[in-house]
C-alpha cells in the first residue's frame, strides 16, 4: 500500500491539508507534528476537508466510475478506442485495474479525525459532533466500496503513523465482518449529526446522506450476504427518514447534473469540482475530443455539442444500452448523445455517440467538465425503496411511477407501472435504475444484487458459474506490498 504510506508520512510530517471548495480553502500547514497540530477546530476542518479532496481523486481519475459500472453492460467503445479490460471482463492479476490505495487513503484520513477530533475544545461543540459524524461517515462509504469491490478487507480503524509490521502488514477480515464494522460506523455517524438539514452545497455529508447510505449498505447485506428481512426492514426505516429531509425529485432529469444547478433539491450527496480547484470529471472521458470533431457534423450534432469539444473519447454508452432507451424518456437525450454527418447527397449518417450527463459548462470558449459528481439523490431512494419493499412482497408500485413520471412526462399514461409478481417486479426496477443511473457508477453493484451479471453483460455470459469473477482481482503491487494478504480465489 505504496501511496497510503506517502499519505502517513505527509500527515505525520508535513499535515499539508488542501481544502476541496471554495469553502474549504484553509492555509497548507508544515514543519509541525501530532502533538502541536490537534489543538484547535480548525486543524480538525483542514483534515476533514483534506479527506473530501482524497474522494475527489478517485471521481477525477475515473476510479469510482470504473469500479461501479466499468464492467457493466453499460459502456462500450467510444471513437478510436478498442478493447477494454473493463468492459470486456479481462481483469486479471497482472491487469487489475485500479487498486484499493486510493480508497484506503480517504480512511487514513477519517482515522485521523475519530481518534484526534475528540479531544479538541472546540469554540462550538456541535461543530466537532459534525465532524465526527462526517468522519464516521466516510470511513463507513470507503469501506463499503472496498467490500463491494474486493469481498474480505483490511480493517485499519486507526491512522498509520508508524512502519512497524504489525501496524502496515495485516491481513484481510471476512467480508460479513466488514459490513459489521460498517453498520456499526454509520450508527456512530448518525448519533452524531445534531440535525436532519442539508447543508450547503450538498457535498459534505448529512444526516440525511447516511441514512441513504445505510439503506444501500444494508439492501446489500440483505441479497448479496443473505442477511434477509431484518437487513431489509432496517433498509426501508433509513429511506423513510430520508423523506422527512429537504429532498424531491426535479421535473427536468437533465438540470440535475447541471454546472449551473449544484446543490439542487435532488442531490443527497456529491463530490464538488470548480474551476482553479480541481481536475475534471469523468464525463470529460465520455465526450467528443477534437480528434474525432466531424466538420460534416449535421446542424442538430452541432447545436447538441455546442462549443468545440474537449473531451477524451475514450468511452461511451454501449449500443446495447443506447437502443433500450425509449425516445419519449427525457433521460435519453439527457445521458448520451447521438451524432449525424450529412454526406454529399444530403443524407443523414450515423457517426457515433458520446455521453451527455456531467457534459460540464463552457468558459472563455472551452468545455469544462466540472460538473459535481452525484453519488446519491432522491430518485436513488425512491427506486431503492421500491426494490426493498418488493423484496419483502409489498406493492412497489408508487416509487416506480414517481420515477417514470417524470421520466415521460405527458405521456406517463402509456408507461404506468402495475404491480405484479416479485420476479417481474424486480426486472422492472433493475430496468429502471438502468435509465435512470447509467454513468453514475452504480450500475456493476446493481447487477450483483439484482445476480443479474452473467445474465446481461455480453463479456460474461459465457461465463456464467463463474462467481468469482463478481470480485475484483487484487494487482500484483498490493499482493507485493502487503505480504498478509492472498489473492482472491479464481485469480
Not at 438539514?197 to 444526516?207: L, T
Not at 432529469?253 to 480541481?278: M, P, Q, V
Request: hydrophobic share 40%.
Amino acid at each position: 500500500m505504496k501511496n497510503l504510506q506517502k499519505t502517513s508520512i505527509i500527515f505525520i510530517l508535513l499535515f499539508q491539508i488542501l481544502g476541496c471548495s471554495e469553502h474549504l480553502n484553509l492555509e497548507p500547514v508544515s514543519n509541525i507534528s501530532n502533538a502541536s497540530f490537534w489543538k484547535t477546530g480548525e486543524d480538525a476542518s483542514g483534515v476533514l476537508y483534506g479527506m473530501y479532496d482524497r474522494l475527489r481523486v478517485l471521481a477525477d481519475n475515473n476510479s469510482l466510475l470504473y469500479w461501479g459500472e466499468g464492467r457493466s453492460e453499460t459502456m462500450g467503445m467510444s471513437f478510436g478506442t478498442g478493447p477494454n479490460i473493463y468492459w470486456e471482463n479481462l481483469l486479471d492479476r497482472n491487469n487489475a485495474g485500479a487498486g484499493w490505495q486510493g480508497l484506503y487513503t480517504v480512511i487514513h484520513q477519517a482515522n485521523l479525525l475519530i481518534k484526534y477530533a475528540p479531544n479538541i475544545e472546540f469554540t462550538n461543540e456541535s461543530e466537532k459532533e459534525n465532524i465526527l459524524a462526517q468522519a464516521y461517515a466516510m470511513r463507513a462509504f470507503a469501506y463499503f466500496w472496498i467490500a463491494r469491490i474486493w469481498g474480505d478487507s483490511i480493517i485499519i480503524s486507526e491512522p498509520t503513523e508508524s512502519f512497524n509490521p504489525q501496524s502496515i502488514q495485516k491481513t484481510r477480515t471476512p467480508v460479513v465482518d466488514v459490513f459489521n464494522f460498517i453498520k456499526s460506523d454509520l450508527d456512530n455517524s448518525l448519533n452524531h449529526f445534531q440535525n436532519n438539514v442539508m447543508p450547503d452545497g450538498r457535498f459534505v455529508w448529512s444526516k440525511p446522506a447516511v441514512n441513504t447510505l445505510k439503506a444501500d449498505v444494508h439492501l446489500w447485506s440483505a441479497k448479496v450476504l443473505e442477511g434477509g428481512p431484518s437487513d431489509l426492514e432496517i433498509a426501508l426505516s433509513a429511506l423513510g427518514e430520508v423523506d422527512n429531509a429537504d429532498v424531491e425529485l426535479l421535473e427536468n432529469y437533465k438540470e440535475i447534473f447541471d454546472y449551473g444547478n449544484k446543490g439542487n433539491k435532488e442531490i443527497l450527496f456529491a463530490i464538488r469540482f470548480d474551476e482553479f480547484e480541481s481536475g475534471e470529471n469523468w464525463g470529460r472521458e465520455a465526450y467528443v475530443s477534437p480528434t474525432y470533431y466531424s466538420n460534416d457534423f449535421d446542424q442538430e450534432t452541432i447545436e447538441h455539442l455546442g462549443a468545440l469539444p474537449t473531451g477524451g473519447s475514450s468511452f461511451t454508452v454501449s449500443q446495447l444500452v443506447r437502443s433500450q432507451f425509449l425516445i419519449p424518456d427525457q433521460r435519453r437525450f439527457a445521458t448520451f448523445i447521438e451524432l449525424y454527418t450529412v454526406d454529399d447527397s444530403g443524407e443523414r449518417q450515423f457517426y457515433g455517440s458520446c455521453g451527455n450527463k456531467y457534459n460540464g459548462t463552457v468558459i472563455n470558449g472551452i468545455r469544462r467538465h466540472l460538473d459535481d459528481i452525484i453519488i446519491y439523490r432522491y430518485a436513488d431512494v425512491l427506486l431503492m425503496k421500491a426494490e426493498v419493499k418488493n423484496a419483502l412482497d409489498h406493492d412497489p408500485s408508487n416509487e416506480i411511477n414517481q420515477i417514470r413520471i417524470r421520466a415521460y412526462g405527458d405521456q406517463f399514461e402509456n408507461f404506468v407501472f402495475v404491480n405484479g409478481d416479485q420476479i417481474k417486479n424486480d426486472e422492472a426496477i433493475l430496468k429502471e435504475r438502468l435509465f435512470e443511473f447509467t454513468f453514475e457508477g452504480k450500475r456493476w453493484f446493481d447487477l450483483i444484487r439484482f445476480d443479474k451479471a452473467f445474465d446481461l453483460v455480453p463479456s460474461l455470459q459465457d461465463k456464467n458459474g463463474q462467481d468469482h469473477l463478481l470480485l475484483f482481482p487484487i494487482s500484483e503491487t498490493v499482493l507485493s506490498l502487503e505480504p498478509g494478504v492472498s489473492q482472491n480465489p479464481g485469480y
